[in-house]
């Protein structure tokens, strides 16, 4: 079992910055391949970002690319999404997710799923 708490969330303004961080417990994530996902009120969760193990390669949902970067810190055992020029689109709760065999943004193909952390940015 694969326990994921994720952190970092807050109220921020339009055009400001935020750092999430998903850490795991019970077990390292060693050769799980990692997603950020988001759910708005009344919207069903969408994928944000993945990184793999093999290679660290990484993609992005279209709506945040060149404003959010994952990254991973194997030796400490988390995943992190650093988050710029937010817009109030970007509000949500923001899902840590990992998988032995993910399909990047297919959220069927995670395993394990943290309870979220909220983000709110304002106008």
């Known amino acids: 079992q694969v326990q994921l708490v994720e952190s970092g969330g807050g109220l921020v303004q339009a055009g400001g910055s935020l750092r999430l961080s998903c850490t795991a417990s019970?077990?390292?994530?060693?050769?799980?391949?990692m997603g950020w996902f988001r759910q708005a009120p009344g919207k069903e969760r969408e994928f944000v970002a993945a990184i793999r193990w093999r290679a660290g390669s990484t993609r992005y949902a279209d709506s945040v690319k060149g404003r959010f970067t994952i990254s991973r810190d194997n030796a400490k055992n988390t995943v992190s999404l650093q988050m710029n020029s937010l817009k109030p689109e970007d509000t949500a709760v923001y899902y840590c997710?990992?998988?032995?065999?993910?399909?990047?943004?297919?959220?069927?193909?995670?395993?394990?799923w943290g309870q979220g952390t909220q983000v709110t940015v304002s106008s």
């Open positions: 019970g077990r390292t994530l060693r050769g799980y391949d």
């Open positions: 997710a990992a998988s032995l065999g993910s399909y990047y943004g297919d959220l069927n193909s995670y395993d394990y």
